[in-house]
Nanobody
């Protein structure tokens, strides 16, 4: 059973930066062909797609609230997908989750459309 594991996150002041990363726990499993997305869920709010990166050609997409501030990327070994978060605001406070799927449709899609999921990592931004 493949499980995604998030790392990074933590606490930052408003205007600061954090980086979260996602890797698969199964030995030999590669994220190379998978579309990988980052979602977040703040208390009392629905889970929303933040960003995703295509498996086929490395295209990226971002939610309107993070465009220009967040950058999603893969490492060269395709073992990790990271989300660099700059210009953080208290509105970015949430649990951040990664997810992966083979289906390469347009957009980042919904949480339920993914095949594998992580348990989440907390990101807290103070003003």
């Amino acid at each position: 059973q493949v499980q995604l594991v998030e790392s990074g996150g933590g606490w930052a002041q408003s205007g600061g930066s954090l980086r979260v990363s996602c890797a698969a726990s199964a030995s030999g499993f590669t994220l190379r062909l998978y579309k990988v997305a980052w979602f977040r869920q703040a208390p009392g709010k629905e889970r929303e797609a933040v960003s995703c990166i295509w498996g086929s050609d490395g295209r990226t997409d971002y939610g309107d609230s993070v465009k220009g501030r967040f950058t999603i990327s893969r490492d060269k070994a395709n073992s990790t997908v990271s989300l660099q978060m700059n210009g953080l605001t208290p509105g970015d406070t949430a649990v951040y989750y990664c997810a992966a799927r083979l289906f390469d449709a347009a957009g980042c899609g919904t949480w339920s459309s993914y095949d594998y999921w992580g348990q989440g990592t907390q990101v807290t931004v103070s003003s």
